[in-house]
């Protein structure tokens, strides 16, 4: 079983920077790959970064790629997301998920554990 646990979300102006966490535990010494993913009221979950637990293969939607950057910490067991030159239309509540393997997917279904969300909200 992996249980996430995330944190980092806020409060933020336009061009600032946040970092978000993901505590991921059950993913110590096997082959996890952990995404990020961002919800908005009324919408579906929307793919924002994934990176594979071994060798930190990572891939980024087109919205945030050179602004955001995922990274996984092999011994603290948490990856992160972190997001600079945030824009308004980054706001959203924002989700860590996980899937057995060492195979990136970027449809939501294709994850089996998530974390809580925690919100992120750009201010113009």
């Known amino acids: 079983q992996v249980h996430l646990v995330e944190s980092g979300g806020g409060l933020v102006q336009a061009g600032g920077s946040l970092r978000l966490s993901c505590a991921a535990s059950?993913?110590?010494?096997?082959?996890?790959?952990i995404g990020w993913f961002r919800q908005t009221p009324g919408k579906e979950r929307e793919f924002v970064a994934v990176?594979?637990?071994?060798?930190?293969?990572?891939y980024y939607a087109d919205s945030v790629k050179d602004r955001f950057t995922i990274s996984i910490d092999n011994v603290k067991n948490t990856g992160y997301l972190q997001m600079n030159s945030l824009k308004p239309e980054d706001t959203a509540v924002y989700y860590c998920?996980?899937?057995?393997?060492?195979?990136?997917?970027?449809?939501?279904?294709?994850?089996?554990?998530w974390g809580q969300g925690t919100q992120v909200t750009v201010s113009s």
């Open positions: 990176s594979t637990w071994i060798g930190g293969s990572t």
């Open positions: 059950g993913c110590t010494f096997s082959s996890c790959v």
């Open positions: 998920a996980a899937r057995r393997g060492a195979i990136w997917a970027k449809t939501p279904g294709s994850y089996d554990y």
